[in-house]
């Protein structure tokens, strides 16, 4: 069975504070997704990751994987308030939609 | 583009009872997957629908039943309700097959299903 963890669940962090998410899965997959979840609020898509080495930054995010650790990290930078948010990962890994989401990193930022 | 939408937003039923949730795709999208969120916790796949047949399911009790109809819209009835039902019912939805290996599922905003 698929398993998909990450790290730190709960993370409280200072505005322009650096910090990292980990998310580790126990199958072969090259397909990775990062999404963000406001509370009460659907998915919303950060990145899609398709291969070994991919990274793809968007603002203050930058997400990266590593198929052969089976290792994605997303990384904030200078963090500011509106990241305050739910982020999961998930893994893809036959490429048809059959996603499992991590248990998610509940990140408050702290003005 | 309307996106994903679903209906209804919010959902109150009985222990017992039987409930129907339903989902528009994407335009353009002709697979619809669902996906139960509990409180806290991250999304489960249910199933997913792709040419009006169930083509993949998770680890759900065959309580939970879905249909995809001839426009791609779906439905998700869970019979005999039972309190752990209670959760957020998120619909996804991702173009066919081929095109999927390289995109992401787009998620609806979600009925909140309460079991009384």
């Known amino acids: 069975e698929l398993k998909v963890e990450q790290n730190p669940l709960f993370l409280s962090m200072q505005e322009g504070k650096n910090y990292t998410i980990y998310c580790n899965y126990s199958t072969t997959s090259d397909r990775l997704y990062w999404y963000r979840q406001d509370p009460g609020k659907s998915l919303e898509s950060l990145f899609v990751?398709?291969?070994?080495?991919a990274v793809k930054q968007e603002g203050r995010l930058m997400a990266s994987l590593d198929t052969k650790a089976r290792l994605s990290t997303l990384h904030i930078t200078a963090a500011v308030h509106d990241l305050s948010a739910t982020y999961f990962c998930a893994v893809d890994p036959g490429g048809y939609q059959k996603v499992t989401f991590g248990t998610g990193t509940k990140l408050q930022v702290i003005p | 583009d309307a996106g994903v939408t679903q209906s209804p937003t919010h959902l109150i039923k009985t222990r017992g009872q039987q409930v129907t949730l339903r989902c528009s795709p994407k335009?353009?999208?002709?697979?619809v997957s669902w996906y139960q969120q509990a409180l806290g916790q991250g999304p489960q796949f249910i199933f997913q629908?792709?040419?009006?047949?169930?083509?993949q399911r998770g680890n759900f009790p065959d309580r939970f039943s879905g249909h995809q109809f001839p426009n791609y819209s779906s439905e998700l009835n869970v019979n005999a309700l039972l309190l752990g039902d209670s959760a957020l019912y998120l619909c996804?939805?991702?173009?066919?097959?081929?095109?999927?290996?390289?995109?992401?599922?787009?998620f609806g905003q979600g009925t909140r299903l309460t079991v009384v």
């Open positions: 996804a939805s991702s173009p066919t097959a081929r095109q999927a290996m390289n995109t992401e599922a787009f």
């Open positions: 990751l398709l291969s070994n080495g």
């Open positions: 335009s353009g999208h002709d697979t």
């Open positions: 629908y792709y040419e009006e047949e169930e083509r």
